[in-house]
């Protein structure tokens, strides 16, 4: 079982920055790697970012490709998303999720979710 609790989402100005944490516990939550995910109203859940605890790769989607940075620190138990240059477009609520695929982008690859956090970008 894999607990995810998000935190640092809220309101703020376009260009601005924000970094959003992940806090993962559970029994077997090292053997699961890590990515973010996004909704907006009305849109499907977006594929963001992934990473593994151990493994030093990372994927990110086009729409935020040297804008975000996805990093982990192990000793926390903790999986960031590090969101530079803000646009009024990233406005959605961000997910972190644990699957057992490796850099995964579809959410069906993915067993657990955290319960989002809100980020919402002014123009």
């Known amino acids: 079982q894999v607990q995810l609790v998000e935190s640092g989402g809220g309101l703020l100005q376009a260009g601005g920055s924000l970094r959003l944490s992940c806090a993962a516990s559970g029994r077997t939550f090292s053997s699961y790697f890590m990515g973010w995910f996004r909704q907006a109203p009305g849109k499907e859940r977006e594929f963001v970012a992934a990473i593994s605890w151990t493994l030093p790769n990372t994927y990110y989607a086009d729409s935020v490709k040297g804008r975000f940075t996805i990093s982990r620190d192990n000793a926390k138990n903790t999986v960031y998303l590090q969101m530079n240059s803000l646009k009024p477009e990233d406005t959605a609520v961000y997910y972190c999720?644990?699957?057992?695929?490796?850099?995964?982008?579809?959410?069906?690859?993915?067993?657990?979710w955290g319960q989002g956090t809100q980020v919402t970008v002014s123009s």
């Open positions: 999720a644990a699957g057992k695929r490796y850099l995964a982008t579809l959410p069906n690859d993915y067993d657990y």
